[in-house]
Every structure is written in C-alpha cells, then in structure tokens.
C-alpha cells in the first residue's frame, strides 16, 4: 500500500446535484480524517473516524455533508444540494499511532 | 477558537540561505506540533513533528518549540529551489494519535536560484 487514494481526483458539477467521494486509508491506519481546504487557506478539520465510528464533526459539517466508513475501511463523504461555496479541495488523511497525517492527492470540487 | 498563525508571506530567500517559518497558537493546552510542506495544487506532506520544548532535527530541517510562548518555527537551511512551497503549521490539541489538527493558512517559500 503506497498511501491514502482518493476518487475522483477531479468532479465538476452544477449546483444541486449531489456528489460523492471515496477515501482509501492507508491499510494499518485505524483512524481517518475529512478537511476540506479552500485556496489560500489552510485545510479545514471536517470529521474524524475510528474504525467505523465516526467520532467527531465540525460545526462546518452542514445537514448536507454526511460521511461513512463501513467496516472501517474506506470512507465516503457525500455532499447533497451541492452549493457554490463548497467548491474545495476534499482532503482525507489517515494516521496511526503517532498521531502524523498522512494526506492523499485530494478530490476537488468545482460546483457552477 | 482555536487559533494557529502564520505569516502568509511571500518569504523570499536566496538558494543557500537559510529560511525561517514562524507559527504562534492560541490555545495553551496543545500536544503536538507538525510542519507539513504544500505543492501548489498537490496535498500537504509532512516534513515534520515535535511534541516537546526544544530543537528537533532532521537532515535540513530544524523544528522549534517554545510552549511557554506558545511558538513553533521551521529553519530550512541551504534552502533550494525545490523547497519552494506554502509551508502549514499545524497544531494538535490532543495527544498525539486523538482528535483533530488545526492548520494556519501557511506561508509561502520561495527560493531564488
């Protein structure tokens, strides 16, 4: 395992549609993050799971933001009623024990 | 809130020089400090971690940490083209391995060949 993958790596849609993205974790990892990043700023904390439970959500996790991890393994963060405001880089990471974040590619997201 | 700063630059440095990064938080109970190094377009990686007082090195690399100040800092000596990046700082509130980071919106490097 070489890292976290993400897909799609790229999804434009129109406003309204609903969009989904799916995270691989870096199989011994048990942890795994959402943060969405915008440009110029620094990535934004979204929710957190371990194994399949999701643990923690930031208020910036609207009704329309839901994300799972069946079985603790990969996760997918789905947005309904996509708005223009969440045109954003969608990353996940995953960590171990150390408590590091190990990022992948990202998916990002371009709402018209 | 929880806040991390960082001077959004640009720092400009020449090849050879050493760069410095700065980072203040806000919140005095933070566990663990982390550097990650950001491509334009690319996902951050880390370069670095430090979770006590002092210097942590790792070949150019150099973290600092000072807790009473609640001030982080990155030292990147012989800096290189290739080091040109928006540098995060990010501070964990938990311990190590729970909960979530928050990031500073960066700085970006660049160095002059």
């Known amino acids: 395992d070489t890292g976290v993958s993400q897909d799609p790596r790229h999804k434009i849609t129109k406003r309204g549609q609903n969009v989904t993205f799916r995270c691989d974790p870096i199989s011994e990892h048990n942890r795994l993050y959402w943060y969405r990043q915008t440009l110029g700023q620094g990535p934004e904390f979204l929710t957190y799971?371990?194994?399949?439970?999701?643990?923690?959500k930031s208020r910036l996790l609207s009704d329309r933001f839901s994300a799972e991890r069946p079985k603790g393994s990969f996760s997918t963060l789905e947005i309904q009623r996509t708005e223009q405001g969440d045109s954003a880089m969608y990353l996940c990471?995953?960590?171990?024990?150390?408590?590091?974040?190990?990022f992948g590619e990202g998916s990002r997201l371009t709402v018209l | 809130q929880k806040e991390v700063e960082q001077n959004s630059g640009p720092l400009s440095v020449p090849e050879g020089a050493i760069a410095s990064l700065n980072c203040t938080y806000s919140d005095r109970g933070s566990q663990s400090f982390f550097w990650y190094r950001q491509y334009s377009g690319k996902s951050p990686e880390l370069i670095m971690s430090?979770?006590?007082?002092g210097d942590k090195e790792d070949g150019r690399f150099t973290a600092q940490l000072n807790k009473a100040s609640q001030y982080v800092s990155l030292l990147i000596r012989d800096s290189q083209p290739s080091d040109s990046a928006t540098y995060l700082c990010?501070?964990?509130?938990?311990?190590?391995?729970?909960?979530?980071?928050?990031f500073g919106k960066g700085t970006k490097l660049s160095v002059k060949p």
């Open positions: 430090i979770y006590s007082n």
């Open positions: 799971f371990q194994n399949e439970a999701q643990l923690e």
């Open positions: 990471a995953s960590t171990g024990v150390t408590g590091e974040l190990f």
């Open positions: 990010a501070v964990g509130v938990y311990g190590g391995s729970q909960g979530n980071l928050i």
